[in-house]
């Protein structure tokens, strides 16, 4: 049974700082990993998607890398800013046809001024 | 507004009533979701609909009850609600295939006495 885990739980930082969040699946044989930024009291928004063939994926100070054969993607956040202050999620899709993605539970970020 | 809404954002109701919360999303998206995200769980699947008239279960789909007469919308239905779907429900979709970046609502924050 496919397992994501999200470690820190929590993470506080000062602005400026590069930081890295980490995912951690138990199964290798993924079709592809998301990373969402959840904010307080609303729904989740997709910040990248990686397919299982790539390595990396970047959007503005976001980088997300995947090694499947370790079970781990991180997402890099480069000079961190307070709007940045958010949970991130990951979630892996187990295999093409599947209806479902497996969440974890997230990291909630604090960059303070 | 374009994009994918959800009603109400918040509703409080008794154990045993009927309860629907409404999706829509304005995008013609064939592919919609329903997810309950609780604390020590993270977001799980409860029911999605790959287009009009054709839904299928997910992860955790008792005591839930789903439609999907027109693309658009995409209400749940709790038939008889329990203190254990005190929750918050995310509506999401997607719209090329199943495998590609799903886009979620605000969210209902619902709390069953």
């Known amino acids: 049974k496919q397992e994501v885990t999200q470690i820190p739980a929590a993470l506080s930082v000062p602005e400026g700082e590069n930081l890295v969040l980490n995912c951690s699946f138990t199964d290798s044989a993924i079709y592809n990993l998301q990373w969402f930024r959840q904010d307080p009291g609303k729904g989740l928004t997709s910040l990248l998607l990686?397919?299982?063939?790539?390595r990396e994926q970047t959007s503005g100070r976001l980088n997300a890398s995947l090694d499947k054969s370790s079970g781990r993607s991180t997402l890099y956040i480069a000079a961190s800013q307070p709007g940045d202050s958010a949970t991130y999620l990951c979630a892996v899709r187990p295999g093409y046809n599947t209806d479902k993605l497996i969440f974890g539970t997230g990291t909630r970020l604090q960059v303070f001024p | 507004d374009a994009g994918i809404t959800q009603s109400p954002r918040y509703k409080i109701t008794e154990t045993g009533r009927q309860v629907t919360l409404m999706c829509h999303q304005t995008?013609?998206?064939?592919?919609m979701f329903w997810y309950r995200q609780d604390l020590g769980h993270g977001l799980r699947l409860i029911y999605y609909?790959?287009?009009?008239?054709?839904?299928d279960k997910g992860e955790v789909p008792d005591g839930y009850v789903v439609s999907r007469s027109k693309t658009e919308n995409f209400p749940l239905t709790l038939e008889s609600a329990t203190r254990s779907q005190t929750s918050v429900y995310f509506c999401?979709?997607?719209?090329?295939?199943?495998?590609?970046?799903?886009?979620f609502g605000p969210g209902t924050r619902l709390t069953v006495l």
């Open positions: 609909s790959a287009a009009a008239d054709i839904t």
């Open positions: 990686i397919q299982s063939s790539q």
């Open positions: 999401a979709s997607t719209g090329l295939a199943l495998t590609d970046t799903q886009y």
């Open positions: 995008w013609s998206h064939s592919y």
